[in-house]
């Protein structure tokens, strides 16, 4: 016999955590969560340090690649993305920013109504256990625990008074009154530990809730319709292939790459396509998989032999060696480090109305996303474009569901993004140069030979990447061809079917994208809760 749930959540993302935890808080409603990936709630994900074996690593990780990307001269990108309890949450570098007030209240003008800055801020707030700020912009009491690093590096303030030799300005909370500025980041930690979304939302109850299952190992394979209305999810789960029902809904939170790959397996998109796939279409859908937008990224790296980095030396390893016991004993110091620990919005024209790039100040050198590994100790800075121009696409590889889809980000596919990038090398340099920051530098190993404008684009074409924030494929929207959910987040011209992940936001927030996906979940939930008691 097939189990029946009122509302069936497929992944286990920043979005459906929040989701599952709050749906199943009335006792009378019952909740699945499925996902494809474990527990997420070992020592590898809960040490922040160690999130360097899990983003170039395959622990927790889907490890998807990109197409070639044109605009890279025909690289092929790496696209890590959660896989378990927690999603992204679980592998990420913690950093708690929501975007810049403006990114909400143009999606209200592109029609979301109930989208606007003022709408979401609750909903932030209500998430929010922020140990350090309060007021108008912060919560206190939340489920997602949000703190200062604990690492106690030195680093941060050698990077605040480069701040000011460079004569940017100093912020202190990037999510009140004003972003601009470079400064500290806060984390989600607590006590030194990460705390993802699962371990906010989902954990405490897993057991604890008779009205919540969880399922792990789960990998969806397709939602089941009858006509117009989705009625449950078919999914593997080790050898077996099952199913689950859903009497009022089914709730996609598979994120930007794997929430369209399901609707489209599942007849949902563009109808033309899924012909040529042998896919009967369910409903023609066209902007599933279209309106992909992510952060191009760029990393510089310099190797140092001040003692605050993390690398692999001998006195690394003897510094690694300490860390570790430290961490044992206090829950502080180094292996406490989120690595991006310092950073912030910058404008690269001062016309600009809002910051265009964000800075990641990490405590490692970086090259491929740690996934190749050099001597040295030594630390890196990333910038990435905050609204860029390009739109790429997800779709299918083929028919089988256990195959990864294809993933197009179209980085630097538009001039402008190029232009933006240069203009952002050039105003994180200028940080870079600064006495501060170049009194820890021994050498710049990448861009020591950059001179020229046209250096500048050969070395980005090089070198830029994704900075692990995809969305917008399953993009919000009334009125337009490519919308694939209304406001409600429920998709158009389908029936007890919605999508809640970062894939519905209409365009790129100005920052990471965790907490922003956390807010879609509760608002989610709210919406879903007022409908049920209408």
């Not at 909400?104 to 922020?130: I, M």
């Not at 044992?328 to 265009?356: H, I, S, V, W």
Request: overall charge neutral; glycine content about 12%.
């Amino acid at each position: 016999m097939t189990d029946t749930f009122d509302f069936v959540v497929v992944g286990a993302g920043s979005g459906g955590c929040a989701l599952a935890g709050r749906l199943s808080e009335d006792a009378a409603t019952s909740v699945a969560l499925l996902d494809a990936g474990g527990n997420c709630d070992n020592w590898v994900v809960t040490t922040p340090g160690a999130l360097v074996l899990m983003v170039a690593g395959g622990a927790n990780n889907w490890r998807f690649n990109t197409v070639p990307q044109k605009g890279l001269g025909g690289r092929i990108g790496y696209q890590p993305r959660g896989k378990g309890l927690g999603g992204s949450s679980a592998i990420n570098a913690m950093v708690y920013i929501r975007g810049h007030r403006a990114d909400y209240d143009h999606w209200a003008s592109l029609g979301n109504t109930g989208w606007a800055y003022a709408d979401v801020l609750p909903y932030f707030k209500r998430s929010e256990d922020n140990a350090d700020f309060d007021g108008a912009y912060h919560g206190k009491g939340g489920p997602l625990r949000v703190n200062r690093l604990r690492t106690d590096n030195p680093v941060q303030e050698i990077f605040l008074d480069a701040a000011r030799e460079a004569q940017f300005r100093i912020r202190e909370d990037f999510n009140a009154e004003e972003q601009e500025g470079l400064g500290i980041y806060q984390v989600t930690q607590h006590n030194g530990e990460r705390w993802s979304a699962a371990r906010a939302y989902v954990h405490p109850y897993i057991g604890n809730r008779s009205n919540l299952r969880v399922e792990t190992g789960a990998h969806a394979t397709r939602i089941l319709f009858e006509g117009k209305r989705a009625v449950g999810v078919e999914y593997r789960q080790g050898d077996a292939l099952k199913q689950i029902r859903a009497r009022r809904e089914v709730i996609l939170a598979a994120g930007a790459f794997q929430s369209p790959h399901l609707l489209m397996l599942s007849g949902v998109g563009d109808g033309a396509t899924l012909t040529k796939h042998g896919i009967a279409t369910t409903h023609h859908l066209p902007g599933v998989g279209q309106n992909l937008q992510d952060h191009p990224d760029f990393i510089f790296t310099y190797l140092s032999d001040a003692p605050y980095f993390t690398g692999i030396s001998f006195s690394g390893i003897a510094h690694q060696i300490r860390a570790i016991g430290q961490y044992r004993r206090e829950r502080r110091g180094p292996m406490t480090t989120n690595f991006a620990e310092c950073g912030g919005f910058l404008k690269t024209r001062p016309d600009l109305d809002l910051p265009d790039i964000q800075l990641h100040f990490g405590m490692a050198m970086v090259n491929d996303h740690g996934r190749k590994r050099g001597w040295g100790r030594g630390f890196s800075c990333h910038v990435c474009l905050l609204r860029p121009e390009s739109r790429g696409s997800v779709y299918l590889q083929n028919v089988d569901p256990m195959q990864a889809p294809l993933i197009d980000p179209n980085f630097l596919g538009e001039t402008a993004d190029m232009e933006a990038m240069v203009a952002g090398f050039k105003t994180t340099r200028r940080l870079m140069e600064a006495p501060a920051l170049r009194a820890l530098q021994r050498k710049d190993v990448v861009t020591s030979e950059v001179k020229t404008d046209d250096d500048i684009r050969a070395i980005l074409r090089a070198r830029v990447d994704t900075v692990y924030h995809p969305v917008g494929t399953c993009k919000m929207g009334v009125d337009d061809p490519l919308a694939v959910v209304d406001p409600k987040l429920k998709v158009h011209g389908l029936e007890a079917l919605r999508v809640v992940d970062a894939s519905i936001m209409p365009t790129l927030i100005g920052g990471n994208t965790n907490a922003p996906t956390i807010m879609i979940g509760e608002k989610a939930a709210d919406m879903i809760k007022a409908e049920v008691t209408a």
